[in-house]
Nanobody, 121 residues
Framework: QVQLAESGGGLVQIGGSLRLSCAAS????????MSWYRQAPGKERELVAT???????NYADSVKGRFTISRDNAKNTAYLQMNSLKPEDTAVYYC???????????????WGQGTQVTVSS
């Protein structure tokens, strides 16, 4: 099995920064795409950013220029650097990953438990 553990959330003022981490552990042979999603109260979960195993990235329009996704393949960890935070960034942030375990296809989809980010004035 695979576990994804997010960390780095918290309370930050408008314009501040946070760095989220998502560490994958378990019988991991390969991790393909990793993504960050967020879900605000009363809203649907939305995709924030994705990074492929080769490092290609994609962002939601609402975070372009402010958020940066990265990964350390040796540590099976993805990061989300969030700058110039706004109140509308307040949400629970989840990471997900497509993981091949024990070299046995197919890759499977895993979610973390989420970390709260609150941006206030």
């Amino acid at each position: 099995q695979v576990q994804l553990a997010e960390s780095g959330g918290g309370l930050v003022q408008i314009g501040g920064s946070l760095r989220l981490s998502c560490a994958a552990s378990g019988s991991i042979s390969r991790i393909d795409a990793m993504s960050w999603y967020r879900q605000a109260p009363g809203k649907e979960r939305e995709l924030v950013a994705t990074i492929t195993s080769s490092g290609s990235t994609n962002y939601a329009d609402s975070v372009k220029g402010r958020f940066t996704i990265s990964r350390d393949n040796a540590k099976n960890t993805a990061y989300l650097q969030m700058n110039s935070l706004k109140p509308e960034d307040t949400a629970v942030y989840y990471c997900d990953a497509w993981v091949l375990t024990d070299w046995v296809p197919p890759t499977r989809h895993y979610w973390g438990q989420g970390t709260q980010v609150t941006v206030s004035s």
